[in-house]
Structures are given as C-alpha cells and as structure tokens.
C-alpha cells in the first residue's frame, strides 16, 4: 500500500468508525436490553464473564466463540480502564464488541481487494476504497453490527481465514477457519472453500499442462466454455482424481483445512449432529429453492453492475444460442420449486423481520406465484455465473459446490445466510467502475438508513404483550 494510498485509506476508516460509533450509541440508548436473539447470546456472555464456563444455555445453537472472544477483548480491557460492577460484560459493552469487528471487517475486504485484483490496472485505489467501504456497510451485515449477533465475528475470521489462504498462509488460514467455525458451525464450508480455491489452482496448472503435452489449441476454462470443452474438462478431472499420486499432493497442500474438516466431522458424530443446544428449529431439508432466493437478493444488491441494457441483450441472445438447454433448465427449476419448497414456521410467525413480508406480500399473493418467479430466477442466475465468467471453470464449481451446501439445507429463509457467499461472490467479480460504486454505496446507504429508521423510530407491540418490538433484517 503506497503512501498516499495508505492516508486515504486511514481517513476513510476513521470516518467510518466514527459514524459506526454514533449509530452504536443510538442503538444502544434505544435499545438498552437485550433483543431478540439477544436474550440468549447477551446472559451466556455474561456467564462466561463471570467464570462460569460450565453453564451454558440449551436455547442457543452455535458455539461459544462469540462469548469468548468477549471475554478476552472485555476484561482486559476494563481492568485497564479501572472499570467495574455493572460495566463489565453490559449489553452494551458486548455489543462494541461487533463494532471492532466490523472495523476489522473494512480492513480485510481491503486487503483481499487489493490481493485478488491485483493484476488487474482497472482497478484503481480509488474503485478498490470506494469497493471496500461499500461491502463494509452490506445492509445485512451492517445492521447486526450494533446488535450481539455472531455475524460481525464469523464474518471477520472467515475472511481473514480466506485473505491468508490468498497469500499462501494456509496453517494461519486454517487456525483462523477454526475461529470461524466456533462462531458458526456452516463456516466450515467456507474453510472447504479456501482448500478448495488451492484445488482449482493446481487442477487449472495441471490443465494446461496437458493441453501443452498434447499441443491441442487452448481450451477456454472459464464458465462461457462450450459443452464439448466442458466435457474434456470433466473426463481431466476424473483421471486427475483417480491418480492416488495426485490425491496424496491436494492432501500435502491443503492438511491444515483437512485436518479442521475431520475434527468437525468427529464433532458432528459426538454431538449427534451439526447444531448445538435446540434442533426443533433447525431442520435440515433439500430446500432447492434456496439457491434461487439467494440468486434474486445477489442481483438486487448488486444491480447496480449486474444489471445494463448490456446485460439483458446479452441473455436473450444467450437465449436464443442455448434455447435446449434454458428450456431444460427451467423445466428443473419448475419441479424443483414444485416439490421441494420448504416454508419454515419461523417465516409464517414472526412479523418482526423483512423475510416475513417478502413472502407474505410476494410468495403468499397467489399459490402460481412461486412458479411464476421462475423465469426472473433464471436471468439472476445467468447474471450471477456471468459475472464470473474471468474465474476458471474449476475455481467456479468450487464455489457452486459450497454456495448450494451453504443455502440448500437450510429451511428457513433468513438474509443473514446469504452474507458471507454474497461477500465471496462481490469480491471476486471485476472490480465496478467509479460510477457504478458510488450508485452501489449509494443503494447500500439508503437500506441501511430506512432500516435503522424502522427499527429506532417504527416500534409496536404484539396484542398479547407489553414489550416493544422493532422490525429489523
């Protein structure tokens, strides 16, 4: 980081702390008690604040990273400052906690910016400031900064874990995977993912080995490869697989993500399964239709680049190229949201989060509705793997392979599970234009402004009780 680029950077960071500190007081001054999953997480801390590491609340799921990371930044730091009784552990003083994640979190998006477009001269210091401060303040993410959630915390170490796996680090990366995990148990597929983007780049060297041995002209690797290319590709990858020889070399490069998938598969045989404390609300289903969910919220946050006059010539007359395989594709897509459609409890009940009036307003309208949909799933769809289209076809099956284990299981439909993907995808696509970054900062300004109005200003209250309720993500 040159100089110059360095004191922007400063600035801007300090700017956004010190707007991130004021929304924080405002939150707390509204909000002074726990709320919602707050209940849970803020009693647990305060628990383990207090010493007590063998008790531990049935009601909660994940596992106690959040509470000791906590413990470890808050009692140091209130011995320092002389502070005591009530201070210690507070709601508030636990929910800072996220804002120095978040702060961490403009940091590292920089960084894997920086490293992932680095060969890239259209990137500019000022696209790669304006692109870091914009995923920074993700609505989503941003909100559950001023609230103890897990996201700010399993959002940092999953992309410390994958900014340390992109400057060959993989020992740090899979230590700081293991923190990830210990915050939310499905970062482990983000630990895959970081093993997984070493096994693209060793399948694409030894790929155009190949090529080179048989002096063949080159064949594209990209997503837009043709399906006699794409088969040669698939035929490579079997052979690849098949030679002990290279299964022992992807085991040698990626041991320390290997040896953290088999310890969480011993911890999901002792403990009977991936979550922890209540499994009542967390099913696991083949909820197809996740991944069609989470192609709809990608192209709406980011439509200011993924959407252009462009862009939907360039579908339809990828339409009328491939109209077989659309044809087929939606035909799947129409059974699948036909038989495998989950609606979860939690959505039909809880009026306080926005998911509840998507579906109210939008799903619930007509019973063709969903079916309907389809055909807008399909051009997110094909935005999204066209924005891609500069990773190698390897590196994008790794990533497809993880987004589907990451969104298909998951029975409730809730924003906060599409975080981390969208970040991966939002950082490896090519780097927006100027213009087209401040419409997206722009875009993200305005949602996080309506809705840290609705959750401050627009409270009710429930027919059968007296406490307020707020509406958030």
């Not at 259209?122 to 559950?144: E, G, K, N, Q």
């Not at 997110?380 to 994008?396: G, I, Q, R, Y």
């Not at 722009?442 to 959750?455: D, M």
């Amino acid at each position: 980081m040159e100089k110059a680029e360095w004191y922007i950077f400063s600035s801007l960071s300090s700017t956004y702390v010190l707007i991130s500190c004021i929304l924080f007081s405002k939150f707390t001054q509204e909000q002074k008690e726990p709320y919602m999953d707050e209940i849970f997480h803020v009693p647990q801390a305060q628990k383990y604040c207090e010493g007590r590491f063998n008790e531990w609340d049935p009601m909660i799921t994940t596992l106690p990273g959040l509470y000791l990371v906590s413990v470890g930044i808050v009692k140091p730091s209130v011995w320092l400052a002389g502070w005591s009784g009530r201070m210690v552990c507070s709601t508030g003083m636990l929910r800072f906690i996220n804002v120095l994640f978040s702060s961490g979190n403009l940091y590292i998006i920089y960084l894997i910016l920086c490293k992932l477009h680095q060969t890239d001269k259209t990137a500019s210091t000022s696209r790669r400031l304006l692109s870091a401060l914009a995923l920074s303040s993700f609505p989503v993410l941003y909100f559950f900064t001023f609230l103890y959630y897990t996201d700010a915390g399993s959002t940092f170490f999953t992309l410390f874990a994958y900014l340390m796996c992109l400057y060959g680090s993989h020992k740090i990366s899979g230590l700081l995977g293991f923190c990830a995990v210990m915050f939310r148990q499905t970062n482990i597929i983000w630990v895959v993912f970081c093993a997984g983007v070493l096994i693209a780049q060793k399948l694409t060297e030894a790929w155009k080995t190949e090529l080179t041995k048989k002096r063949e002209d080159k064949v594209s690797i990209s997503t837009g490869a043709s399906i006699t290319e794409i088969k040669k590709v698939t035929q490579f990858m079997v052979d690849y697989i098949l030679s002990a020889t290279n299964v022992k070399c992807l085991i040698c490069l990626t041991w320390p993500y290997v040896m953290l998938l088999v310890g969480f598969l011993v911890f999901i045989v002792f403990n009977g399964g991936i979550v922890v404390g209540d499994r009542s609300s967390h099913e696991v289903c083949l909820n197809f239709p996740q991944l069609f969910y989470f192609f709809s919220f990608t192209l709406a946050f980011s439509i200011s680049h993924s959407l252009s006059y462009q862009k939907i010539v360039n579908f339809i007359q990828s339409l009328k190229k491939h109209p077989i395989f659309f044809f087929s594709l939606t035909a799947l897509s129409l059974f699948l949201v036909w038989k495998f459609t989950y609606v979860h409890k939690y959505l039909l009940a809880d009026n306080r989060h926005y998911p509840f009036y998507v579906w109210k307003k939008i799903f619930q309208k007509h019973k063709l509705v969903p079916f309907i949909l389809v055909p807008g799933y399909m051009f997110a769809a094909w935005s999204f793997a066209d924005s891609l289209k500069s990773k190698s076809l390897f590196w994008n099956l790794m990533f497809c392979v993880c987004l589907v284990a990451a969104t298909v299981p998951q029975k409730l439909l809730e924003f906060r599970y599409y975080i981390l993907p969208y970040l991966i995808y939002r950082l490896n696509i090519q780097v927006p234009s100027v213009f087209r970054l401040v419409l997206e900062l722009g875009l993200y300004t305005t949602v996080n402004a309506l809705t840290f109005y609705l959750f401050l200003n627009r409270t009710f209250l429930w027919p059968d009780s007296e406490e307020v309720q707020r509406f958030m993500w």
